[in-house]
């Protein structure tokens, strides 16, 4: 279909269309075609007037690229019954400024009428919900004003039947009510009060204090605790799998480059380190496929495409890089949760709040290119959830 700026839009089945037996005339809600165009010859103008799907008219406006006056209009949902109104008064403007004259009498296919809704309103809410003194009176015109019906009832004290426009959506309850009672009469009538009454004692979970002295006995011994990112790979929780043993390579050092040839290109050799590694990164492969960890939809990297099952993946990783600027050791733990796919202790399928507790300590880093670097070592692990009493550091 060729639209009025002269572009042919391809369509789609659900698309609606305002057509007649020549052919689609109109993307419905959206924009006109160039076949129904009014020119400087137009005499005759069919005015044709409807209340769209917003729904529909946002998916196609998106998948046809094309936004308009009247798209942003029926993608807000109007008013159903204004459809009427817009009818006539475009009739109207038409005879006022062109000179035309409208033919007697509308077609009007509208099968199923919106019933308006009523809610039940006691203003005494007003008070009760505000603070603020409101009498019948004030409350009924307010309501009234907005364009509220409203039935009053002379054997019942203050409820009253208020009917709902059409082209209030939002207002589902009899506080939506109240609010726009309080809107109407002015919120400078809210008196500002202090809370009355006893504040109840704030009593601490028992899984909080514990953790809370577990930071101040690992901080008091000197560690530093660090917060790592939640979201980590698969690949790096499958490091810490791999060989039962973790060696330094898989700490600290970075991976070997491949073995070149005089004239710059890789040899084709496989040296033991080699087959070595390259056994490794098959088991890494075939851990990391099998490790039960939560996957993200839309992960931002590769590095961070999981929910951690552990701690120790970013500790390491806290570890490598703060290992290139310090040389007098490092002593790091962290506090926080890892995910799981079924817990014991909660509902299966949520994510585990117990608190595991991970350090680490450097004694001595690598001070020059000769120099030898020794492992890190895990001296501690724990998990604060456990009724045990917690206990100081203890290397194993």
């Known amino acids: 279909m060729t639209t009025q700026d002269g572009v042919t839009r391809r369509l789609t089945p659900d698309m609606i269309l305002v057509t007649d037996p020549a052919g689609p005339n109109v993307i419905a809600g959206i924009y006109?075609?160039?076949?129904?165009?009014?020119?400087?010859?137009?005499?005759n103008v069919l005015l044709e007037a409807a209340h769209w799907n917003p729904i529909n008219i946002r998916r196609t406006s998106v998948a046809l690229g094309l936004r308009t006056e009247s798209s942003s209009r029926f993608e807000k949902n109007p008013d159903i019954e204004l459809t009427a109104v817009a009818v006539d008064r475009a009739a109207q403007l038409l005879g006022e400024l062109a000179g035309g004259s409208a033919a007697p009498g509308r077609v009007d296919f509208y099968p199923s009428p919106v019933q308006r809704r009523t809610l039940p309103f006691r203003i005494s809410q007003v008070t009760w919900l505000t603070g603020m003194p409101v009498t019948y009176t004030e409350a009924i015109e307010a309501l009234r004003a907005l364009g509220f019906g409203v039935t009053e009832h002379d054997d019942q004290d203050d409820n009253v039947e208020v009917t709902i426009p059409t082209w209030r959506d939002d207002i589902e309850e009899?506080?939506?009510?109240?609010?726009?009672?309080?809107?109407?009469?002015?919120?400078?009538?809210?008196p500002s009060l202090l809370p009355e009454g006893p504040l109840p004692a704030y009593r601490p979970p028992t899984w909080l204090e514990r953790e809370d002295r577990v930071r101040d006995i690992l901080a008091g011994a000197g560690l530093t605790e660090i917060i790592s990112y939640s979201l980590t790979s698969r690949t790096a929780m499958a490091r810490l799998l791999v060989g039962g043993a973790t060696g330094d390579e898989l700490l600290l050092d970075a991976p070997t480059a491949a073995a070149t040839q005089a004239d710059?290109?890789?040899?084709?050799a496989l040296t033991p380190q080699s087959k070595a590694r390259a056994v490794e990164r098959r088991q890494l492969e075939a851990i990391a496929e099998r490790l039960p960890a939560i996957q993200l939809s839309n992960p931002p990297s590769s590095e961070q495409e999981v929910l951690r099952l552990t701690l120790m993946a970013g500790l390491l990783g806290a570890l490598r890089e703060n290992s290139k600027h310090e040389d007098e050791g490092l002593w790091l733990f962290e506090a926080r949760s890892a995910s799981r796919w079924r817990v014991r202790w909660r509902k299966a399928g949520s994510k585990a709040c117990a608190m595991p507790i991970f350090t680490i300590s450097?004694?001595?880093?690598?001070?020059?290119?000769?120099?030898?670097?020794?492992?890190?070592?895990v001296l501690?692990?724990?998990?604060?959830?456990?009724?045990?009493p917690v206990a100081a550091p203890r290397s194993r």
Do not use: F
């Open 32 to 43: 006109g075609g160039e076949r129904v165009e009014v020119g400087e010859g137009t005499t």
């Open 174 to 190: 009899s506080a939506d009510l109240v609010e726009e009672v309080a809107r109407i009469v002015g919120y400078d009538r809210i």
């Open 264 to 268: 710059g290109t890789q040899a084709r």
């Open 362 to 377: 450097k004694a001595s880093l690598r001070r020059s290119w000769r120099a030898s670097t020794s492992a890190a070592t």
């Open 380 to 388: 501690w692990r724990r998990s604060i959830r456990r009724s045990t």
